[in-house]
């Protein structure tokens, strides 16, 4: 077998970053960055032959690691590919993203993940690491070769049925035997399918109103217990994807206190949008887990900011126009997030201090790396480190504009909303990938 480098070192043309200040601390400094490491930090350093990048104001934070994101290549190019998914994370200040495996062939085998992993390397706006499938076809019934996929060249390491929950305990079991001997976890997107039959919208008194089937904050909690507990059973660790109630939280703050080697996400439309939005019946907001209430966005906040939810993941969910611009019933759930992610993340966190920019580090790239076992990622921002950057305007503020973002889909619940901060540039090992606003391949 030949073996393929895991992540490049790439000759760069030597960085100066001018005036920024690490996780928004202190007085401004230069990063001097050289062969995709930071090289030298301090006040006043001499450009020499680098490349000058003017970040007088930013806020230099680790590039940011998504462990949640729907790339939709291969099948369904038609609402996000790779190249356009890359360029959205470098624009919103990634540099790392897991995709998803619910695409069209199922990343369930070494061939698909190979493709998706091969396919990011081109691209090369930000690591691609192909999450695979736990069962083969997503069906629930039958383990994926998660062997064969962890040894590929895409060296996969998260594994995950999303968009359907691994609903049989006896192959969730299973499934953490195998990834506690692959070194790897199972990210699970908890949905108790028999309480959620032709479920619409979060169950409450909004979809009693709307006349829309609910979907119990009990059929995401119940799921979430029954794992803690196989999790710590068979030892394994256990990811939770998008968390979305405060029921949920209060199941993981039990299973932290227990000693359950349990991590969470929450998405950043869970931290800020309500299930009042659904009263325009407008498909934008159709997401799963579902939009809920006040109260579990407030409990969500609270239990990111606490450690109970370890980090934010966007399950950035491009949707092409006939899948979205339909009736309520007919629009396939998810919205986009790799652009807004660290925008909503200031509204809903950093604005109500509840997180400073130490804590952004934390929830958008520290944790997720740790979590994801990417040792080149989410590091801290020091010399001989690796050069993966996000560079933030913190007093800026900008309209989203679904026309004006990278991915192919404008499935965007904040169109025309105006939010806080965005992301001026983002470095991936010493290279410009976003600058501006704009893509720099
Ligand atoms: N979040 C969603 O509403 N949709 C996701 C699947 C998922 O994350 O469950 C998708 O693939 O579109
Ligand atoms: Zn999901
Ligand atoms: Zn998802």
Redesign the pocket.
Known sequence: MTAVAHTATETTTPLLIRGVRPYGEGEPVDLRIAEGRIAEIGPGLAAEDAEVLDAGGLVALPGFVDL?T?LREPGREDAETIDTGSAAAALGGYTAVFA?A?TDPVADNAVVVEHVWRRGREVGLVDVHPVGAVTVGLAGEKLAELGAMARSSARVRVFSD???CVADPLIMRRALEYTKALDAVVAQ?AEEPRLTVGAQAHEGETAARLGLTGWPAAAEEAVVARDCLLAEQVGARLHV??VSTAGTADVLRWAKRRGVRVSAEVTPHHLLLTDERLTSYDPVN????PLRTERDVTALRRALAEGVLDCVAT?H?P?APQDKDCEWAAA????LGLQTALSVVVEALVRPGLLDWRGVARVMSERPAEIAGLADQGRPLAAGEPANLALVDPDTRWTVRASELASIAGNTPYEGMELPAAVAATVLRGRVTAYQGGIRA
């Open positions: 949640h729907h998803m619910n999303d968009g359907q997107h994807c998008h159709k997401v799963n887990p399950d969910a949707h396939r759930p998810g919205m």
